[in-house]
């Protein structure tokens, strides 16, 4: 398995939440894939293995999951998003502050007028210290954080996929949120355990066929 990209996610109090949304190749912002899987697959995306920093409740950020959603992509990454950051705080989206980091997801959407069932959401209260495993193309969002309490919510990603899948191919940097980053100095980790590093995505997801039944473990 290769251990390609993480990431914090800050939520300072007043912050939006963020919006519904999934990730197959990652070229959601750039529009240049950032994994392709082999052409024999017939799905893409990563582990993601989210861990909570501090307290992440309903009025702090809390993530949120759709069950079953992660066999079939209502986004099109190809699409790409526009960066607007006058776009970060602003947004109210069915009567809730959601936006993606100065763009607007529902651009990508494979048909404009498709909302996600939020009726089947499941929010995942967590402690500092949990993490939560999900498969990247499962519907994901956060709630906003209401300015409750004083204190920021931290989150911390870890992305994981098999040895056969290209990272950031031809690709000398990064560009999304504005900003750009070289991958010159760019390294990713390989390790290997009791899952064989031929393991195919359609295997990975009928593992997990219901991703949040992982549940939130503790360190």
Wanted: aromatic residues 14%; proline residues 6%; charged residues 25%.
């Amino acid at each position: 398995m290769l251990y390609w990209r993480t990431e914090f996610f800050p939520k300072y109090p007043g912050d939006e939440g963020t919006d519904w949304h999934q990730a197959d190749t990652f070229a959601n912002a750039s529009g240049t894939p950032q994994i392709v899987w082999p052409e024999a697959e017939e799905f893409g995306g990563t582990i993601t293995v989210w861990t909570a920093f501090t307290e992440a409740g309903i009025d702090t950020a809390a993530l949120q999951f759709i069950p079953g959603t992660h066999r079939s992509m209502h986004y099109d990454e190809t699409k790409r998003m526009h960066y607007d950051p006058d776009r970060v705080n602003a947004a109210d989206k069915d009567g809730v502050r959601r936006g993606f980091f100065g763009y607007d997801y529902r651009e990508l959407q494979v048909d404009p007028h498709w909302k996600p069932d939020e009726s089947k959401a499941v929010s995942m209260v967590m402690r500092p210290g949990q993490f939560v495993v999900f498969w990247s193309t499962l519907m994901h969002a956060s709630h906003p954080h209401e300015g409750k309490s004083k204190d920021m919510r931290l989150g911390f990603a870890s992305r994981y996929v098999p040895t056969s899948v290209r990272v950031y191919p031809d690709s000398d940097y990064v560009e999304e949120y504005g900003g750009r980053i070289s991958l010159k100095d760019y390294v990713r980790w390989w390790f290997a355990d009791r899952m064989t590093l031929t393991t195919t995505a359609s295997q990975l997801i009928r593992r997990q066929a219901n991703p949040l039944r992982l549940g939130v473990f503790d360190r």
